[in-house]
């Protein structure tokens, strides 16, 4: 069973600089999950806001939620930070962050940013990022995929797949040298760039289309401005796999 923490005990008192003038009301809380296997997969669901996962090497998988708003009447701001909620939880199959976020009726702005530590480990991260807002995955190992909302999407570390779908921003990948994917890659910017740093070493069959494509590895089949589509290392009778890169505007496929 998951344990919704609400937010309205952690938040300071109502700030107010000078009579007339915007009210903020801000705060931050935090969860860990001490039951979380490390290693395991960890999905996370967050809206209105950036997201932030970093593995790094700690005990236990954790979470904190941050807001910032600003308006006018006192009584919608506390609504609405009192009113955010968040779930963390864990055990020996995987982990999971969730939040809740209440109606933004009567204040003029809020920013929620949602931070998750992940023990360090093979475990794979998927994000479901909507509204506004960026996402970043640092430093992970595994499957990523990540659904973001408005920003753009950033990740590194020793992926085995990456599955990413950022309609309205640009996306980076860095794998790490050594690293390999084993599992078929999707990247789609429909609204942005996508720029992957992937050792020369990968083996893959790769689609990648956009305005203007440069690809940095030897590509074995059609090379062209906008399409480059073949095998890269002998593709997948090379023990490669399926890499799917779509961008509006550039795919920049590059070596570390």
């Known amino acids: 069973m998951l344990l919704w923490l609400l937010g309205c005990w952690m938040a300071p008192p109502m700030v107010q600089a000078e009579d007339g003038e915007e009210l903020s009301y801000n705060g931050s809380f935090s969860q860990t999950a001490p039951g979380y296997a490390r290693g395991k997969p960890v999905s996370i669901s967050h809206s209105g806001g950036n997201v932030s996962v970093r593995c790094i090497d700690t005990q236990e998988l954790s979470a904190r939620l941050a807001f910032k708003t600003a308006g006018f009447v006192e009584a919608s701001l506390r609504a609405f930070g009192d009113g955010l909620g968040m779930a ?24 929620v940013e949602l931070t998750v530590n992940v023990p360090l480990g ?69 609204g942005g ?42 593709g997948t009778t090379g023990g490669g796999v399926v890499l799917n890169l779509t961008a509006r505007d550039r795919v920049d496929l590059k070596q570390p």
């Open 193 to 234: 760039s996508i720029l992957m740093l992937m050792p020369g070493s990968q083996a893959a069959k790769l689609t990648a289309k956009a305005a203007t494509v440069t690809v940095s590895h030897l590509v074995m089949g059609q090379n062209g401005g906008s399409l480059v589509q073949g095998d890269i290392n002998g």
């Open 88 to 111: 963390t939880a864990g055990d020996t199959a995987g982990g999971s962050v969730k939040t809740k976020i209440p109606s933004k009726t009567g204040i003029n702005s809020a920013d």
């Open 122 to 190: 093979p475990s794979g991260v998927t994000v479901t990022q909507s509204g506004t807002g960026w996402v970043e995955i640092m430093n992970c190992a595994g499957a990523i995929k990540v659904t973001s909302g408005t920003g753009g999407v950033y990740v590194s570390g020793k992926l085995t797949a990456v599955n990413i779908a950022a309609p309205g921003g640009d996306i980076k990948v860095e794998q790490t040298a050594d690293g390999v994917l084993t599992g078929a890659s999707s990247l789609s910017a429909p």
